[in-house]
């Protein structure tokens, strides 16, 4: 799916004293030279009647905005100021979906969006999570907004066809430069899966009436109508997909009717939800329903953190993929997610990591002319901080994460609560209740299972799962401390803990479960940063001054997260197979389990879903054919 993304090629011209930007690629304006934000509102807001649908909206419903083409993003800015207007406080959800083949950078988007003053607000906070030039979903959230974004990076021919359908669009704004300038934005490949991610009830709303268009929405049934269009322009296109007429008016209204009712019940209501495991994934998990608005218990039956989440730094540090496999490698767009997402916590800070070109290095240093400059870059033996016989490639945007400062700021959120318990059996009723020992904790509409190496006992055919041992170490290096914002890649790492203290490791002990804190593990940490920063090593002290701290990761067979339902009729949810990418991984699989207990959109491609799913190693039983007697 994913290529190289190119950013627009733009040319300006001043109308009116705005920058109108235009397209070089397409020969096409991006807004309307007359007023592009009373246009995008007569077409798109009001060609979906959103303020009404939207003022609607019953607390914790969600509301799905589908765009064909982001461009400048004021179509998006302008949905989001009416959503301000029409919900100023409540506990719905609306939530847009966009696609670009050519993203602005984002110092033409400041300049394109300084033409709407009253924006500001809002482009600036769009601005600050506006995401890098990478092919692939990266998903931009503003939970005090109740307002979120699933901006797809590529063609709408590549893009439409792998979105997972977790929750229907219900308003589509088919925008894009005219069809006479980009014919392949309304091919039918493109309206086939608009319509697919659609249900009964979605309207559609666009600037053009192109014959092609029109067609294309007929042929699914979906029915049209022509209202004046902004300023001169004649005509405007309007549509809504109606249900088919049934046989039997009174029973399509008795099942609408039931659809509604259990609608309601289910879905829009906060839901009490349980997590088992106050690790990463167990943190995250909760912060991400607590954000929405849901009640979350946490249990734990030591402590948050005490497994392999609980080192004193964590690393940000993705083995990046080239660049055409991007949109749909999982750690690519984890590590994007993750610096989004932990940019909002005291616990993170940005750094570098200089990756050191140890095995095929060319094949690694080569990366660096496929990225965009702004995100790799190599960087050559005699420019290295430590005195090294490697090169690296200097990955710019990476972070460190303190985990017990981030398990203080989760923890104080006020719709999560932790209580130590040890969870001995999950009953799967209707509503799943937890037990330690004999005691009943209470019923609860979702259980994630976020317990590694003890996921096992909570279900019956549990994927494998490795015991990984690995042991950090840390010393005092107060003499010749490194800069406390670039970290260094070597099978092992080292960076600085705090202003005293050189913290490296790790360990790496596959089938192993022991956590003493050993000497000869000291010693591996060592010998690794030895081989490749022998001066600096020698610099440091004894490893019997060493301190340090074992953990066990759990690692399912194929290295990829364990996510979703064992069993499609439970409410019983796994969340584990993080091995040693916990804090990398654990943002973004929170965000695929929302997606998957709520009914939200999902934000990556369907073939990572399917290589997530917790079920992907059971074997399909093939039924047999029966056999039949020939009759004589």
């Given at each position: 799916m994913s290529h190289a993304i190119q950013t627009a090629d733009l040319d300006w011209q001043l109308v009116d004293g705005i920058d109108v930007p235009m397209s070089k690629q397409f020969g096409d304006v991006y807004f309307s030279k007359d007023n592009g934000l009373l246009e995008t509102r007569h077409v798109f807001l009001n060609g979906n009647d959103l303020s009404t649908r939207l003022a609607d909206l019953k607390p914790f419903e969600y509301f799905?905005?589908?765009?064909?083409?982001?461009?400048?993003g004021l179509n998006i800015l302008a949905l989001w100021q009416l959503w301000q207007q029409v919900r100023p406080d409540n506990h719905s959800h609306l939530h847009a979906i966009s696609v670009e083949k050519f993203p602005l950078s984002k110092t033409d988007l400041i300049r394109a969006l300084n033409a709407w003053p009253e924006l500001k607000p809002l482009a600036d906070q769009l601005i600050s999570q506006y995401p890098m030039p990478i092919a692939g979903c990266h998903?931009?959230?503003?939970?005090?907004?109740?307002?979120?974004?699933?901006?797809?990076?590529?063609?709408?021919?590549?893009?439409?066809?792998?979105?997972?359908?977790?929750?229907?669009?219900?308003?589509?704004?088919?925008?894009?430069?005219?069809?006479?300038?980009?014919?392949?934005m309304w091919?039918?490949?493109?309206?086939?899966?608009?319509?697919?991610?659609?249900?009964?009830?979605?309207?559609?709303?666009?600037?053009?009436?192109?014959?092609?268009?029109?067609?294309?929405?007929?042929?699914?049934?979906i029915s049209i109508s022509r209202p004046r269009g902004f300023k001169h322009k004649r005509?405007?296109?309007?549509?809504?997909?109606?249900?088919?007429?049934?046989?039997?008016?009174?029973?399509?209204?008795?099942?609408?009717?039931?659809?509604?009712?259990?609608d309601t019940k289910t879905n829009i209501r906060p839901r009490q939800i349980a997590v088992i495991g106050a690790g990463i994934g167990g943190l995250s998990s909760a912060w991400a329903f607590a954000q929405r608005g849901h009640q979350v218990t946490i249990y734990d039956q030591s402590a948050p953190l005490s497994g392999g989440s609980?080192?004193?730094?964590?690393?940000?540090?993705?083995?990046?993929?080239?660049?055409?496999?991007?949109?749909?490698?999982?750690?690519?767009?984890?590590?994007?997610?993750?610096?989004?997402?932990?940019?909002?916590?005291?616990?993170?800070?940005?750094?570098?990591?200089?990756?050191?070109a140890l095995k095929n290095p060319e094949q690694l240093l080569e990366l660096a002319e496929e990225y965009p400059e702004e995100i790799l870059a190599v960087q050559d033996t005699e420019d290295q901080e430590i005195q090294t016989a490697f090169p690296s490639l200097k990955l710019l945007a990476a972070g460190a994460v303190s985990p017990h400062q981030l398990r203080d700021e989760i923890l104080q959120h006020p719709n999560i609560q932790y209580k130590q318990a040890k969870i001995s059996y999950i009953e799967a009723a209707t509503k799943p209740q937890l037990f330690s020992d004999e005691q009943n904790l209470g019923e609860f509409d979702h259980v994630i299972v976020c317990t590694a190496l003890e996921t096992v006992q909570f279900f019956a055919d549990y994927p494998v799962l490795k015991p990984i041992r690995g042991q950090v170490s840390w010393v005092n290096n107060q003499a010749q401390p490194l800069s406390e914002n670039i970290a260094y890649s070597y099978g092992g790492y080292c960076?600085?803990?705090?202003?005293?203290?050189?913290?490296?490791?790790?360990?790496?002990?596959?089938?192993?479960?022991?956590?003493?804190?050993?000497?000869?593990?000291?010693?591996?940490?060592?010998?690794?940063?030895?081989?490749?920063?022998?001066?600096?090593?020698?610099?440091?002290?004894?490893?019997?001054?060493?301190?340090?701290?074992?953990?066990?990761?759990?690692?399912?067979?194929?290295?990829?997260?364990?996510?979703?339902?064992?069993?499609?009729?439970?409410?019983?949810?796994?969340?584990?197979?993080?091995?040693?990418?916990?804090?990398?991984?654990?943002?973004?699989?929170?965000?695929?389990?929302?997606?998957?207990?709520?009914?939200?959109?999902?934000?990556?491609?369907?073939?990572?879903?399917?290589?997530?799913?917790?079920?992907?190693?059971?074997?399909?039983?093939?039924?047999?054919?029966?056999?039949?007697?020939?009759?004589?």
């Open positions: 799905c905005v589908g765009e064909t083409g982001f461009g400048t998903r931009l959230s503003f939970p005090e907004e109740r307002f979120s974004l699933d901006l797809w990076l590529g063609d709408a021919h590549d893009v439409f066809p792998v979105i997972e359908k977790t929750a229907p669009v219900n308003a589509w704004f088919l925008d894009g430069f005219a069809p006479s300038c980009n014919p392949d091919e039918e490949n493109v309206l086939n899966n608009i319509v697919r991610l659609s249900e009964i009830g979605t309207t559609f709303a666009s600037f053009s009436v192109a014959g092609v268009l029109k067609r294309g929405l007929k042929n699914h049934g005509e405007m296109l309007k549509a809504i997909w109606n249900p088919a007429e049934e046989s039997n008016p009174s029973s399509a209204q008795e099942t609408t009717q039931k659809k509604t009712e259990r609980g080192n004193p730094l964590a690393l940000l540090n993705p083995k990046l993929c080239p660049v055409e496999q991007s949109a749909e490698h999982l750690m690519t767009l984890a590590w994007q997610q993750a610096l989004t997402h932990y940019a909002k916590f005291k616990a993170f800070r940005p750094i570098q990591v200089n990756q050191l960076m600085q803990l705090d202003a005293e203290h050189l913290i490296l490791g790790a360990s790496f002990y596959p089938g192993r479960d022991d956590i003493e804190v050993l000497a000869e593990d000291h010693v591996h940490n060592y010998e690794l940063i030895h081989s490749v920063f022998p001066e600096y090593a020698q610099s440091l002290a004894s490893t019997e001054t060493w301190q340090g701290r074992a953990s066990v990761r759990a690692q399912s067979q194929d290295y990829f997260p364990l996510l979703g339902k064992m069993k499609a009729d439970e409410e019983i949810y796994s969340f584990a197979g993080l091995g040693s990418k916990g804090f990398l991984f654990a943002p973004l699989c929170s965000e695929i389990l929302a997606a998957q207990i709520l009914g939200e959109a999902c934000p990556i491609p369907s073939s990572l879903v399917k290589k997530l799913s917790v079920t992907r190693f059971q074997k399909k039983v093939k039924m047999k054919k029966p056999y039949f007697k020939p009759q004589i």
